[in-house]
């Protein structure tokens, strides 16, 4: 049993009851009661599940979208063409995601929920699909009320018209966006005997009134929740906050009371070394999400500084339009080989860590010692096979899961004390059924992805010219300049 990086324990029985586990202690030593479940766990990996802690469920009908896009322009396409999404809609995406993720052993996603524009239905959709399909999950809706992109613009009198964000998808009022938000966490915030949990989601410093950052701070913190917002992901969200607040987007952040334990902040990659103290000193959590970065042209996010400050680093796919899926092993390795090149390489205990204890870090779950396979913590855990490929040769642990598995190996995975996927089989739904579904939704957009509309491509097109008028971005800075 791995029961976290760098502590390994074997000949154990561990055992779970009321959705945690209750006691860990030598093979045999206390038989199991009478009619309790048993898993035989010879020749297998017991190790805490993992966490995908920043994800966009309604992307699993659009893989592949984009391709060779930087993200402002990708976003535009996404946009775009993709269509508007019923409840339904985001019930099928959202449970498609999951089936992938847990028969994967993923146990817990961070869902950046994004809808055209928000609803309650939007959220009403992807709460049923974790509901059913048994995963741990915050469900963060992603809110915007305007972009300051435009002020950028203006600052160089270039006319971004359709590129704005705000000609692309409607927004609301912030008081409209945060009874929203409140109605949320009054229909669904610890449900399922607290497996879901509701997290506030501005879309970014960037997309968001000062009114709508604070007030879904302040809402984050009464109710005991999280806070998850993209920060500084592209060169150009740098730019924009540098003109809108005269300083970096993170100090922004941290004079409108955004930052602290429960705030988590997806990509972070444009932040200097101010940024970077701001970060670790208000405890607050930084989500890499390496494959999207290197799909989307962005950069990377500093992962060894933060790491050498002492700072908490957990990890995500992203959605599966700029990840191009929901496996986590794989940003795991990525994590694991793409700092090889700066002060602080990351290893792969580190990885580990942050797809584990860092990623329940971003649902705010209070003291108890998630993340970890410890008396006391949520029972949420995998079991891997050790002669799969992956397993097999492996001679040091923490290095071989990193670097070596896929999820390939996974056998059984564990959610609040139930088993949801025996002997890589779900046991909560028809997973051939899910991938149906997506697939008659996939089918259903192809025509305007394939083909999106005039409007979409001129919009795209004014946004590359004004990147490149900008004299730099993430696809043009040297590699000497963005090394971490």
């Not at 993709?82 to 089936?99: K, R």
């Not at 409607?170 to 949990?197: M, N, T």
């Not at 050498?308 to 929901?326: F, K, M, P, Y």
Request: some cysteine; aromatic content about 4%; charged content about 25%.
């Amino acid at each position: 049993m791995l029961a976290q990086p760098g502590q390994r324990l074997t000949a154990v029985d561990i055992e779970i009851a009321d959705g945690a586990i209750r006691r860990i202690s030598s093979a045999g030593e206390n038989p199991a009661p009478q009619g309790a479940e048993e898993i035989d766990g010879a020749g297998l990996l017991a190790m805490p599940g993992l966490v995908n802690a920043h994800s966009h469920s309604p992307e699993n009908c659009l893989r592949g979208v984009g391709e060779g896009l930087l993200l402002e322009p990708w976003l535009l396409r996404m946009f775009g063409s993709s269509g508007l999404y019923t409840a339904e809609d985001h019930y099928v995406n959202a449970m498609a995601g999951a089936v992938e993720m847990l028969l994967l052993g993923v146990t817990t996603v961070v869902d950046h929920l994004w809808m055209t524009p928000p609803s309650l239905d939007g959220v009403a959709g992807a709460v049923r699909a974790y509901e059913e399909v048994g995963i741990r999950a915050g469900v963060a809706p992603l809110m915007n009320d305007c972009d300051f992109t435009g002020e950028l613009a203006d600052a160089i009198e270039f006319d971004l018209g359709p590129a704005l964000m705000s000609e692309q998808v409607r927004f609301l009022e912030p008081d409209d966006l945060l009874a929203q938000f409140e109605e949320a966490v009054s229909r669904w915030h610890g449900s399922s005997d607290g497996r879901i949990r509701i997290l506030a989601g501005p879309g970014g410093v960037q997309w968001c009134s000062d009114e709508l950052l604070g007030g879904l701070a302040d809402a984050a913190r009464n109710h005991g929740t999280g806070l998850h917002i993209h920060l500084l992901e592209t060169f150009l969200q740098k730019a924009v906050c540098e003109k809108r607040f005269g300083r970096s987007g993170v100090a922004a952040l941290e004079d409108l009371g955004v930052l602290g334990p429960n705030c988590s902040l997806p990509h972070s990659v444009w932040i200097e070394e101010e940024d970077i103290d701001r970060i670790v000193a208000t405890d607050s959590i930084v989500v890499h999400n390496p494959a999207a970065n290197l799909r989307l042209g962005s950069g990377r996010c500093p992962v060894g500084r933060l790491h050498e400050r002492g700072g908490r680093v957990a990890v995500g796919t992203d959605g599966s339009a700029s990840s191009d899926n929901q496996n986590l092993w794989e940003m795991v390795k990525l994590a694991a080989l793409i700092h090889n090149d700066g002060p602080r390489w990351v290893s792969g205990a580190d990885a580990i860590t942050m797809a584990t204890t860092a990623g329940h870090g971003v649902l705010a779950p209070g003291d108890r010692p998630d993340g970890r396979i410890v008396e006391g913590a949520v029972a949420d855990l995998i079991l891997l096979d050790q002669s799969a490929d992956g397993l097999a040769g492996v001679q040091m642990l923490e290095a071989g899961l990193a670097l070596s598995e896929s999820g390939r190996s996974v056998r059984h995975v564990i959610v609040d004390g139930r088993v949801v996927v025996r002997d890589g089989r779900l046991t909560t739904v028809d997973a051939d059924a899910v991938r149906s579904a997506l697939r008659e939704q996939v089918e259903r957009r192809r025509r305007d992805v394939e083909a999106p509309p005039a409007s979409t491509g001129d919009a795209m097109s004014r946004m590359n010219t004004f990147i490149r008028s900008l004299g730099e971005s993430a696809a043009t800075v040297s590699s000497q300049d963005r090394r971490r």
